[in-house]
């Protein structure tokens, strides 16, 4: 299906895993970005990518890790996750006009 | 720094009740100001795009408009299925890496 498509949907693990979190999209956008969404902050960016193996931080990037080998695929990593990397975390891509479209998102729970 | 103000936080309409959704923002210039609606445990759905003070769009029972300063997105005779939370976002002129600034959201609830 053509869309942007994030796994796993939902991942508990526990402090000091590392974990890694899937995003591709069908569209062959150059742009990819990484959002966490959080009660009383919103989303913010964490990461973004301009095109294959070209990437920047973002307002909140300590901790996470990203790569992007390929167009379609933008992972995020936490190297060694803790509590406060308890959050709904979204990837998107830019479209022709500057609008993101957002994945479905990764609930994603660190004990 | 950029910055977006949604009000309210959240609004409760009862099916019919016409209102508007506030997004304020600051930024040095605007390229972009965006607007989503995000269902829960979904991402959120682009809606519109504005470029320039005056510039209005439509879709179904939505209108977003756009000054120098806010923009409202106007919800005409509400849905239930209209209940969302509705994001705003702005991307400024120069902004390398096409970031976007999100508010924090306006929660609506409709009730038949």
């Known amino acids: 299906d053509a869309g942007i498509t994030q796994s796993p949907r939902y991942k508990i693990t526990e402090t000091g895993r590392q974990v890694t979190l899937m995003c591709h999209q069908t569209w062959s956008h150059s742009y990819m970005f990484w959002y966490r969404q959080d009660l009383g902050h919103g989303l913010r960016l964490i990461y973004y990518s301009a095109a294959a193996d070209i990437t920047d931080k973002g307002e909140v990037p300590d901790g996470y890790v990203v790569s992007r080998s390929k167009t379609e695929n933008f992972p995020l990593t936490l190297e060694s996750a803790t509590r406060s990397q308890t959050s709904v975390y979204f990837c998107?891509?830019?479209?022709?006009?500057?609008?993101?479209?957002f994945g479905p998102g990764t609930r994603l729970t660190v004990t | 720094e950029d910055q977006v103000t949604q009000s309210p936080e959240a609004l409760r309409l009862q099916e019919g009740e016409s209102s508007s959704l506030n997004c304020s923002y600051t930024?040095?210039?605007?390229?972009?100001l965006f607007w989503y609606r995000q269902d829960p445990g979904k991402g959120p759905e682009f809606l519109f795009t504005?470029?320039?003070a005056g510039e209005e769009k439509e879709k179904e029972r939505l209108k977003a408009t756009l000054t120098k300063k806010e923009s409202f997105l106007h919800i005409t005779a509400p849905k239930p299925e209209d209940s969302a939370t509705y994001l705003c976002a702005v991307q400024a002129i120069g902004e390398y890496g096409n970031k976007l600034v999100f508010g924090a959201g306006t929660i609506l609830r409709v009730k038949s």
């Open positions: 504005l470029y320039s």
């Open positions: 930024v040095s210039g605007l390229r972009g």
């Open positions: 998107a891509s830019r479209g022709n006009s500057g609008e993101q479209y």
